[in-house]
């Protein structure tokens, strides 16, 4: 493989675990068309996975949550340094980290293509306190900075796309919106019979924070009869400032409100096990653990916020209510358990959007044109 600067493409992001579990047939796609991809992350358990004919690791310390401003100012100038001796066609950036801080290094666009994946706006975005509201103007500013040097923007979904363009951030002809990251749908593939016992089974799949919709779950849940149905909740804790606590999730446990299982390496089989995915979100970019179950043959019970509620048809597939409203929760899984049938019917309705619209080869084609890599 030639190893000029035109057959180099930089992926940025701020950990290995996620570009391989989210991008990692995207960048076979890439080595495909005979480029040589450069991953730049910090080093975690997934960077032997991403390390083949092709692809390549480099180092990059940063704190994903951290907000030293010494540790963070390190992370900048060792970006910088390894983007200048990496000299690459194209630049891809992904997570608020990655594209605020190759916004202030200012890669050169006379010589590199820079291009921003907007996966969701994060806590920054979703936190009305005053640190928080003060966080917003400076990550606003960056971002200002960072599209106005003709930088693409591809974002998961409209809402988040036209908040960036009323804004002033950025110019429409510069974004590009795509059905989120898309889903395998052999790997997440459909096992169920649908044999519904009389125990309606919930999953919440997903990283334990406050915005994900836990409290609210959490309220639901104990408002159930636990009789007719049973919660489980599978992800790990975090150290995001709007995790929930240890003390928390171990009273609901005490309490036999919810099944927590901790954070599990493949999902799938919990997905299988249970009868309907709940996620009460209060926003994502695309809800990749929504499309997953869906792929495995699940009804869905989400929030009308930006990331979910494309994916899910109100009674069609699911049940889409309002956000931070654990009351409307509680009777939308309450609908579920008085109505078994629908389980089937979501579950089969979710199946088919995912093959229709989500499926993970259609979602890199869309990738690979807004790159120029694959003809319009």
């Known amino acids: 493989m030639r190893?000029?600067?035109?057959?180099?493409?930089v992926l940025c992001h701020n950990t290995a675990k996620y570009l391989y579990l989210h991008y990692n047939a995207l960048i076979d796609r890439i080595c495909s068309a005979g480029y040589q991809v450069v991953c730049v992350c910090p080093v975690d358990e997934f960077v032997e996975k991403l390390e083949r004919p092709g692809v390549i690791h480099i180092d990059w310390t940063l704190s994903q949550h951290g907000m030293n401003p010494f540790a963070e100012l390190r992370s900048i100038g060792m970006l910088r340094k390894i983007l200048k001796q990496i000299s690459a066609k194209?630049?891809?950036?992904?997570?608020?980290?990655?594209?605020?801080?190759?916004?202030?290094?200012?890669?050169?666009?006379?010589?590199?293509?820079?291009?921003?994946?907007?996966?969701?706006?994060?806590?920054?975005?979703?936190?009305?306190?005053?640190l928080h509201h003060l966080l917003r103007k400076s990550v606003?500013?960056?971002?200002?900075?960072?599209?106005?040097?003709?930088?693409?923007?591809?974002?998961?979904?409209?809402?988040?796309?036209?908040?960036?363009?009323?804004?002033?951030?950025?110019?429409?002809?510069n974004t590009s919106v795509i059905p989120g990251t898309g889903v395998d749908s052999e790997y997440y593939s459909n096992k169920k019979d649908y044999d519904v016992d009389s125990v309606v089974r919930f999953v919440f799949v997903g990283r334990l924070l406050a915005d994900k919709g836990l409290r609210e779950l959490l309220s639901a849940a104990e408002a159930l009869d636990r009789c007719v149905c049973s919660v489980t909740i599978v992800g790990p804790y975090d150290n995001n400032p709007g995790s929930i606590s240890r003390e928390v999730i171990d009273k609901s446990?005490?309490?036999?409100?919810?099944k927590y299982c901790g954070e599990v390496e493949d999902v799938r089989d919990k997905l299988q096990d249970a009868d309907v995915f709940v996620l009460p979100s209060y926003r994502?970019?695309?809800?990749?653990?929504?499309?997953?179950?869906?792929?495995?043959?699940?009804?869905?019970?989400?929030?009308?916020?930006?990331?979910?509620?494309?994916?899910?048809?109100?009674?069609?597939?699911?049940?889409?209510?309002?956000?931070?409203?654990?009351?409307?929760?509680?009777?939308?899984?309450?609908?579920?358990?008085?109505?078994?049938?629908?389980i089937k019917v979501f579950g089969m309705n979710s199946r088919n959007r995912i093959l229709e619209t989500y499926e993970l080869g259609k979602v890199n084609d869309k990738i690979l044109k807004v790159l120029g890599l694959l003809p319009c």
């Not at 446990?253 to 919810?258: E, T, V």
């Open 3 to 9: 190893n000029d600067r035109q057959k180099k493409i």
């Open 90 to 130: 194209m630049l891809i950036t992904f997570s608020i980290k990655p594209n605020l801080y190759a916004a202030l290094i200012r890669p050169d666009k006379k010589t590199i293509r820079q291009y921003c994946m907007v996966t969701g706006l994060g806590y920054v975005f979703l936190d009305k306190g005053r």
């Open 140 to 173: 606003s500013a960056c971002y200002k900075r960072l599209f106005s040097r003709n930088v693409h923007a591809i974002f998961q979904n409209t809402t988040d796309c036209r908040l960036f363009t009323d804004s002033g951030f950025i110019r429409d002809e």
């Open 253 to 258: 446990i005490r309490d036999g409100i919810i």
């Open 284 to 342: 994502e970019g695309l809800s990749r653990s929504i499309m997953e179950a869906m792929s495995c043959g699940l009804g869905v019970i989400t929030t009308d916020v930006p990331g979910c509620r494309e994916l899910v048809e109100d009674g069609c597939n699911g049940f889409v209510v309002p956000s931070m409203d654990a009351k409307a929760l509680q009777s939308a899984m309450q609908k579920i358990i008085d109505s078994p049938k629908l």
